[in-house]
């Protein structure tokens, strides 16, 4: 079996700087992972005309694929494209397609923003004479194809909603055609609530029975671990029918903690199992801040089940929207379980719906006490029947707590929503 | 001047078939900037023994100092601590003072949220005798710093939240004082709502008439365009002394789009105003689904001025919450200026706040028609003299259309701000 190696390589100062997080690497990766390509490598390289120059030759070295992106924009900091055509040995030559598009864009679409046609739009219809030029739907800045000694050097903007269009629409069908590529099979076990160490410890025996060619991989996140099988092979069906068993045994073992036998969010499970059961989920968020509500709605479709969220930052909104007493709020105070019981049955009344979520805790870095340090966290989860909470003690960073609070709340509401209908 | 140059370099598969996305190199590059440290490449690499060696090789060609993350956590498929091992000469040994770490992180932390102490864990006190232990205030797997040929190696754990900690209180002041270092000065200045062409066009003569050692960034996001000076230099004052007058010619250049001369989000930005004028604001929310209430909530201290918002995602919600009449939903629709100004009407007065922000929009991928297609967006930003509008068309995906509703709603808040106290 002959696998395909393929390296990435970003360009830009502000990947160097800490500016800007390369989210575009993770989703070149998982397109070429789909089609059998193994990513071997991933490397970041500066505005700096030696240093790209460097990287593509230490990268052709170790790969058949390189995948470039960045530097492609219509300002003065971008040195890729005259680079390429150097390295390749061609020139610029105006294109007539893009040039065409280019034109349309202004006239049909930017025109609208305020955008008007420029002498430096006009330059990137320039493309090295000795590349295949893909085409960009979405932007100026055309991706280009380039071949040398067998190895296939690939430029796309680094924009990530033209990169997506371009690796979608040009570069994945290209690359099918060109090379004969095995199938790379994943198999993501999700469990959350377990640390990596215990998981480990349940699945030893069944991790040293694995064959030699399977690989097990263990991604803890944000109370989270993902565990993940991955099999290469030239027989895609073949291999499925290796890997399920396996995959199955998998699950079985983590079955206490297992959310989803996908690769998949939270956000994403509680859709399903509120679409299948046909019910509505609504939140009331207090140091969560609307961060459920949002992942939530970050699903398409989710206006099926979800009708909304009353973000109760001060304490009058919980009064005055949800209907939390206000001796509840100075008894107990904020943070309390009588509070965030209050705020359920107050968002599931006014929003009129089948389930509710709701959250209130200390995020930080200020606001805690000796009584209720930073990090201390109430979540209800609930119907109109009975209604379950949760207490968290988190010890992170204001950030990470609202992430942790919004993951753990929205599993608990899965286990509540799985045990009553 | 001697510039010290630093190579990142991230461990894992998941980093490689898009599984995970990098923000640790971004943390780490920012944290080096601070104190003068260029970082010259960022490569990422899978769990594969060779391809790491290779990466520490090449990298110790390229730079002064090497950060190595991931690979550490105490489960089986982690091979960086035996590889470091080898790779500088040592053998593993138990550190005293990590097991003794390891010991009390589970006796006082883990053991209430269910972890117990395996072997696995007492095998993460063991670190190669060849380096000096950093230790992890926060997790159970050592830092570890190697010196070879003059060159800094400095391995850290691969979780982001144990990484910082790590970089903050250990690597930060032994690289200061290893190391005689410039200092590296970056200007941002941050605009919203021009293109990156005009932009381009706007500032061509200030761009050219720049000294060779002082570089313009442009850095394009969703809507917005951050514009960077940076400059290296012995002299930190002297180069602030020269930066400064070139840096505020280019705020004045920009100054129709310019939100702020920091690179900061526009969330910080509306929290800076809200606190000097000391007001507060809600936000009724619809096609944002609590997003702009979570950027909000981001910040810390951000219970000053935000009292909370409404994500009215259905249309009972939008009636019943938020008081939006019917007629207006049936008549103009709930993607109308129409409910957006009662969307926001009706936040103002539940919430009782001096401003509300209020938007209404179709995300996609479904749910459009001919006449309003997916990306129409309403946008209302008012008090209680005075409410102004803003409508996108947007034409991306349903992630990023509601990325760039929430910025533009915050820009069109900030602005409105401004101008109405």
């Known amino acids: 079996m002959i696998t395909i190696n393929a390296s990435i390589i970003t360009i830009g100062d502000e990947l160097l700087i800490g500016q800007t997080i390369d989210t575009n690497s993770a989703f070149i990766a998982q397109q070429l992972n789909k089609i059998g390509i193994w990513v071997k490598r991933r490397i970041a390289v500066g505005d700096v005309y030696e240093d790209i120059w460097q990287a593509l030759d230490e990268e052709s070295k170790l790969a058949d694929i390189i995948i470039i992106t960045g530097g492609l924009g219509p300002t003065a900091d971008d040195i890729t ?31 609208r923003v305020g955008g008007a046609l420029l002498e430096r739009n006009l330059k990137q219809a320039e493309v090295p004479d000795v590349c295949t030029v893909l085409h960009n739907a979405r932007g100026t800045a055309p ?37 004969s590529l095995p199938a790379i099979i994943h198999k993501t076990a999700f469990t959350f609530g377990m640390g990596e160490s215990m998981i480990a410890e349940k699945i030893k025996d069944f991790e040293s029975s694995l064959p030699s060619y399977i690989k097990l991989a263990y991604l803890p996140g944000y109370g989270l671990v993902k565990l993940r099988l991955t099999m290469i092979s030239d027989d895609k069906q073949k291999a499925e029918q290796e890997i399920m068993p396996l995959f ?44 459920i509500a949002h992942l939530i709605t970050t699903i398409p479709g989710s206006s099926a089940y979800f009708k ?94 609202i992430e942790q609070t919004a993951l753990s709340a929205l599993n608990f509401l899965r286990k509540f929503m799985l045990a009553n209908d």
Request: some cysteine.
């Open 308 to 401: 909304g969220s009353v973000v109760s930052y001060a304490n009058e909104v919980k009064e005055n929207v949800l209907g939390v007493n206000h001796e509840t709020l100075t008894g107990s105070g904020a943070v309390s379980k009588e509070t965030v019981k209050e705020m359920l049955k107050g968002v599931l009344k006014k929003m009129n719906t089948d389930y509710a979520l709701a959250t209130s805790g200390i995020m930080g870095p200020d606001g805690g006490s000796e009584e209720k340090p930073v990090g201390t966290v109430w979540i209800a989860a609930g119907n109109n029947q009975k209604i379950e909470f949760l207490k968290l003690n988190l010890r992170f960073d204001r950030k990470r707590n």
């Open 248 to 291: 199955n045994q998998l699950q079985e073992l983590v079955k206490d903690v297992l959310v989803a036998a996908e690769d998949e969010g939270l956000e994403t499970t509680i859709g399903k199992i509120l679409l299948a059961k046909g019910k509505t989920v609504s939140t009331a968020e207090s140091c969560t801040g609307g961060y």
């Open 81 to 111: 494209k005259p680079l390429l055509s150097n390295y390749f040995g061609g020139k610029l030559v105006v294109n007539e397609n893009v040039l065409n598009h280019v034109k349309y864009l202004f006239e049909k679409v930017y025109h």
């Open 143 to 179: 991706g280009m194809w380039f071949e040398k000694d067998n190895k296939v050097f690939i430029s796309l903007p680094g924009v990530p909603h033209e990169m997506k269009g371009l690796m979608l629409d040009e570069v994945i069908p290209r690359l099918q055609q060109k090379f």
